[in-house]
């Protein structure tokens, strides 16, 4: 019984060891018999919580532009301990994220409109969503914007990029502090 509920919920898509031992405790199964199955799915290389996480990072990160931070959270929801998470993440470095940043907000520049400031927030609140750091954000969206237009390069020369991100960071730290 327990190998065929494993055996459905990776026929679904490829799952962490958490997630099956989760499905298996919702079934009743008892930990021995789970940890029993797990174990040996462990050995013959049916679950492989590093090979998930890095298919993971890279899918997501391609597939939906999300950065560092956010896929991290992911695989963590996911029952991925941190060091095999973070040697995942370490395949997808700061270059890259910055290049994936200015991506996404050149392809939203396309349909959004209003005045730069309020494109401004719009944009730089997407990638912050996306768990982007506020200074990657930031200096994605004011090249972009002072690569669009006159008006929207003027409103871009003002931002300065740096002291907008330590505010951020301050927020963000105030924030923490105060969950």
Same mark, same amino acid.
């Given at each position: /019984?327990?190998?065929?509920?494993?055996? &459905?919920?990776?026929?679904?898509?490829?799952?962490? &060891?958490?997630?099956?031992?989760?499905?298996?405790? =919702? &079934? $009743?199964?008892?930990?021995?018999?789970?940890?029993?199955?797990?174990?040996?799915?462990?050995?013959?290389?049916?679950?492989?919580?590093?090979? %998930?996480?890095?298919?993971?990072? *890279? *899918?997501?990160?391609? $597939?939906?532009?999300?950065?560092?931070?956010?896929?991290?959270?992911?695989?963590?929801?996911?029952?991925?301990? $941190?060091?095999?998470? *973070?040697?995942?993440?370490?395949?997808?470095?700061?270059?890259?994220?910055?290049?994936?940043?200015?991506?996404?907000?050149?392809? =939203?520049?396309?349909?959004?409109?209003?005045?730069?400031?309020?494109?401004?927030?719009?944009?730089? $609140? /997407?990638?912050?969503? =996306?768990?982007?750091?506020?200074?990657?954000?930031? &200096?994605?969206? =004011?090249?972009?914007?002072?690569?669009? *237009?006159?008006?929207?390069?003027? %409103?871009?020369?003002?931002?300065?990029?740096?002291?907008?991100?330590?505010?951020?960071?301050?927020?963000?730290?105030?924030?923490?502090?105060?969950?």
């Amino acid at each position: /019984m327990a190998r065929e509920i494993c055996l &459905r919920q990776l026929a679904v898509r490829p799952r962490t &060891r958490a997630e099956l031992a989760g499905a298996l405790a =919702k &079934r $009743g199964i008892s930990d021995e018999v789970s940890a029993q199955v797990l174990d040996r799915y462990d050995e013959v290389g049916i679950i492989d919580d590093a090979a %998930f996480a890095r298919a993971w990072v *890279s *899918s997501r990160h391609a $597939g939906r532009g999300l950065a560092r931070r956010a896929l991290a959270n992911e695989l963590r929801q996911r029952g991925v301990d $941190g060091d095999t998470a *973070s040697e995942a993440l370490g395949e997808l470095d700061e270059e890259t994220e910055a290049e994936t940043a200015r991506a996404l907000v050149d392809r =939203k520049l396309r349909s959004v409109r209003g005045e730069p400031d309020a494109v401004f927030r719009r944009l730089v $609140g /997407m990638l912050a969503r =996306k768990g982007y750091p506020p200074g990657v954000a930031i &200096r994605a969206v =004011k090249d972009a914007l002072a690569a669009q *237009s006159a008006e929207a390069a003027e %409103f871009a020369e003002q931002i300065d990029a740096d002291a907008l991100a330590d505010a951020e960071g301050e927020l963000d730290r105030d924030n923490r502090a105060l969950g």
